[in-house]
């Protein structure tokens, strides 16, 4: 989303007012380089709905994964965009999720949520990985002799 441009005129600093060629009159903020800045236009390039979802994204790939958008697009082309674990092309709202290490940290590939969610409650055990999978498959021999 690109910044809108604005301009003050008339600017009032007592009462914090100012005709702005955005948004007409509006509240004014001073940043710290003295200048002033409409509010209206302001909160409206920085937590815009659009430009706001893409800045959570960037922000928390970032913080938590240390990952850049580029690089999880990169991951994700490179799973033809589908789970690591099941395969199964995910068509959520929330599309692939970030699947790492708790331990270090480390991204180990992109899930789709109920992969991501099983894994969770598992607690990244392969041991309780490996016993569920063993009572799953022991139910369905038993299943399948009845």
Sequence with gaps: MPVVRHRLTDIDA???K?????????????RENGRSECMTVRNAN?????NRDEQLRRRRLRERY???TEEF???RESQAGRCAICGKEDS???GLVVDHDHRTGRVRGLL????????GFLQDDHEVLTAAAAYLVDFSRQASSD
């Design 46 to 50: 920085k937590f815009g709905a659009g």
């Design 73 to 75: 697009d990169e991951l």
């Design 92 to 94: 959520s709202e929330s």
């Design 14 to 16: 007592e009462n914090r």
């Design 66 to 68: 240390k990952l850049t």
């Design 112 to 119: 789709c949520n109920g992969c991501n969610v099983g894994l």
């Design 18 to 30: 100012a005709i702005c060629s955005v948004c007409g009159e509006t509240r004014i903020r001073y």
